[in-house]
């Protein structure tokens, strides 16, 4: 009985589908943790080591944004020819300008040269994904796993990259609390250590990228010419697809089914208007908030940190059982509305421990929403068309969240830090409930496919011969 029970215990955090998930998926899942890890450890030091070089925060700022409107042009170029070019090609190309970008920033002080390796290499302003990663990442994931075991591998997905960037926040602070107290080196230098770890783990990222099998490349599937007689009636939508016309560039390019563009459309405005307010509100400058506001070092920083991505990363386990109890948009709306709210309130209090605990309760919910938003757009477009379709859609999202930190850059400037906070709040409120105008009771292909299922068992029952019944 006791097994059954721990068995059952096990099924709902999702341990049994990630143990019987292939190996590629185990590596696609290390990846994500070890540049999860590097961001994490650079986010915590990018606006400190920028000032320290000199640079105003309203240049600091418009550093931010300019990083991710060219992180926005080549992750939307690489991800739509992905699928065509090699997904494994991509993937350890992306490795390599993040250990070139880690390089950059760790032999040089330059501001436009800082820019021009932030803009195109991979350096993450807010501690998140940036780059072609996740998006190619999300769509192989989604082809190497069951329908049925999605929410559990994104989740476990998502929970091993907020631990990364947990743990990457609190070895970069107390690395450099050590170099910076006990050591007595300059902040410059001490920083600079940090981006050349950043660069090692990007040659590591490369390592487990070339371990990937071809089991990771798009399925090319031929489809034999039928009789128009025995053909399905319901394909999997990629007979709406139009033909390719052109040059071999344009050959590349997915097609996309009627219903998935209008889809598309309305998940751009919507995650562009969540990135627009998570731009006002990245990491770095969260961090930043706190050292400037409160003056905590760079230990304390970590540490906090730490403790609320460990937080986020525990509760993507319970949107996984819960989105299979209400749905993946009802997930992603009840769960994400709260740390809405925190976020606005986090700047109001004079009180550091009041501030913190605002951050605290922000993070119970601020992540609950990935994994089931993940599965929600893996289920909502074709096979075929998930690559682009997660490039477009995060493509929007770098769009969106490209002014925001500029945005903030200029009012921390003008002493009014704490109006991002309360905007960032707000559009997310916003946010929420437009996804749940939209898109509840959205039936995705795997909704349809099943209740197609279902029609035909049904179909078949009813005529089959009452002796035989």
């Not at 690489?78 to 390599?96: E, P, Q, V």
């Not at 990491?283 to 050292?291: A, K, R």
């Not at 109890?325 to 709306?333: A, E, L, P, W």
Request: net charge neutral; glycine share 8%; proline share 3%.
């Amino acid at each position: 009985m006791a097994l059954k029970y721990l068995v059952k215990v096990l099924e709902e955090l999702g341990l049994v589908s990630l143990w019987a998930s292939t190996i590629d998926v185990k590596l696609l899942c290390s990846q994500r943790f070890v540049r999860l890890f590097a961001y994490g450890g650079s986010t915590l030091i990018l606006v400190s080591y920028l000032q320290e070089l000199g640079i105003s925060k309203e240049k600091i700022g418009l550093f931010m944004t300019l990083t991710l409107v060219g992180d926005t042009a080549i992750s939307f170029v690489l991800t739509l020819f992905a699928d065509a070019l090699g997904r494994k090609s991509i993937l350890a190309l992306g490795a390599i300008l993040m250990a070139a970008s880690g390089v950059i920033f760790a032999l040089f002080g330059n501001y436009w040269i800082l820019l021009l390796a932030a803009i195109v290499g991979v350096i993450s302003p807010s501690g998140n994904e940036i780059g072609p990663f996740r998006a190619i990442e999300e769509s192989t994931l989604a082809q190497l796993t069951p329908a049925a075991n999605r929410g559990d591998i994104y989740a476990w997905y998502s929970l091993i990259g907020t631990a990364g960037t947990a743990f990457g926040l609190m070895t970069a602070g107390w690395v450099l609390n050590y170099m910076i107290l006990d050591l007595r080196w300059g902040a410059i230098e001490a920083y600079r250590i940090v981006f050349w770890a950043y660069a090692a783990f990007g040659i590591l990222k490369l390592c487990l990228t070339l371990a990937l099998s071809r089991a990771v490349e798009l399925e090319k599937k031929t489809v034999p010419i039928q009789d128009p007689e025995a053909a399905p009636l319901l394909g999997d939508g990629a007979e709406e697809a139009e033909p390719k016309k052109g040059n071999w560039l344009l050959s590349k390019l997915p097609a996309f089914s009627s219903e998935s563009r209008v889809i598309v459309i309305n998940l751009c405005i919507l995650f562009a208007l969540d990135a627009f307010a998570s731009g006002l509100a990245p990491l770095s400058w969260v961090t930043f908030f706190f050292h400037e506001k409160f003056h905590l070092k760079e230990g304390v920083l970590g540490s906090l940190f730490f403790t609320t991505a460990i937080i986020a990363a525990i509760s993507m386990l319970l949107a996984s059982s819960i989105a299979k109890r209400i749905g993946n948009i009802q997930t992603m709306v009840f769960t994400h509305l709260p740390s809405a709210i925190f976020l606005a309130l986090i700047p109001i209090p004079d009180s550091v421990s009041i501030a913190m605990l605002f951050l605290i309760l922000r993070s119970c919910t601020q992540s609950m929403d990935v994994a089931p938003r993940s599965a929600f757009l893996a289920a909502v477009v074709l096979p075929h068309e998930r690559t682009a379709v997660m490039g477009m859609v995060n493509v929007a999202k770098s769009l969106g969240q490209s002014s925001g930190p500029f945005i903030t850059g200029v009012l921390a400037g003008k002493g009014l830090f704490w109006v991002a906070f309360v905007v960032a709040g707000t559009l997310k409120a916003c946010y929420d409930l437009g996804m749940l105008a939209v898109f509840k009771g959205h039936k995705t292909h795997d909704d349809r496919a099943e209740e197609r299922r279902s029609a035909e068992e049904e179909r078949l029952r009813e005529s089959e011969d009452p002796d035989e019944r």
